[in-house]
T-cell receptor
Framework: AQKITQTQPGMFVQEKEAVTLDCTYD???????LFWYKQPSSGEMIFLIY??????QNATEGRYSLNFQKARKSANLVISASQLGDSAMYFC????????????FGTGTRLTIIP | NAGVTQTPKFQVLKTGQSMTLQCAQD?????MSWYRQDPGMGLRLIHY???????DQGEVPNGYNVSRSTTEDFPLRLLSAAPSQTSVYFC?????????????????FGPGTRLTVL
């Protein structure tokens, strides 16, 4: 079974600074995908970004980018120029093979942006 | 589009009671899933469906039943509620989309149902 590890239970970051949220995974599958979701205090799950294992370039979506290091099996989320609205729980998730609807989630990191 | 809707938002049950959590989506997505979220843990997959009439078990299926008679609806049934089923339940629907060199399922989550079993 795949395993997703998020080692930072909580992080405090000054507003406007960049922040990196760590995610490592363990798999022997050659094809897989990695996702990041944001869960604000209101509780909904918001999809942020996706990286496929064969993608040569790191994924980017606005202020979000994914630092994908395949050999180290890490897929860290980078948020540039953090904003107060970025305060939330962030979950990394793994899907084996492409197009797989079954996600395995990490335990999450609670990010707090300090004004 | 309403997206993914879940009812009820909150529910309190007594041990042994049964109930059905409702989930509906109006995006014509093939895939639908149920997850539970417990404190300090990420979401865990309970059951999923790749289309009407097709369901399969996820990581934590025990104590739950599902069926998928239509594309739109994917109810989750608790046959005999137990305190260990106290959790927040999320329904999600997804479709296959292309990203880079690979396709992936972008999952859209409902707002969740907070269930307490006494």
């Amino acid at each position: 079974a795949q395993k997703i590890t998020q080692t930072q239970p909580g992080m405090f970051v000054q507003e406007k600074e960049a922040v990196t949220l760590d995610c490592t995974y363990d798999t022997s599958d050659p094809s897989y995908g990695l996702f990041w979701y944001k869960q604000p205090s209101s509780g909904e799950m918001i999809f942020l970004i996706y990286q496929g294992s064969y993608d040569q370039q790191n994924a980017t979506e606005g202020r979000y980018s994914l630092n994908f290091q395949k050999a180290r099996k890490s897929a860290n989320l980078v948020i540039s120029a953090s904003q107060l609205g970025d305060s939330a729980m962030y979950f990394c998730a793994f899907a084996s093979n492409f197009g797989n609807e079954k996600l395995t989630f990490g335990t999450g990191t609670r990010l707090t942006i300090i004004p | 589009n309403a997206g993914v809707t879940q009812t009820p938002k909150f529910q309190v049950l007594k041990t042994g009671q049964s109930m059905t959590l409702q989930c509906a989506q109006d995006m014509n997505h093939e895939y639908m899933s149920w997850y539970r979220q417990d404190p300090g843990m990420g979401l865990r997959l309970i059951h999923y469906s790749v289309g009407a009439g097709i369901t399969d078990q996820g990581e934590v299926p025990n104590g739950y039943n599902v069926s998928r008679s239509t594309t739109e609806d994917f109810p989750l049934r608790l046959l005999s509620a137990a305190p260990s089923q106290t959790s927040v339940y999320f329904c999600a629907s997804s479709y296959l989309t292309s990203g880079g060199l690979s396709s992936y399922n972008e999952q859209f989550f409902g707002p969740g149902t907070r269930l307490t079993v006494l």
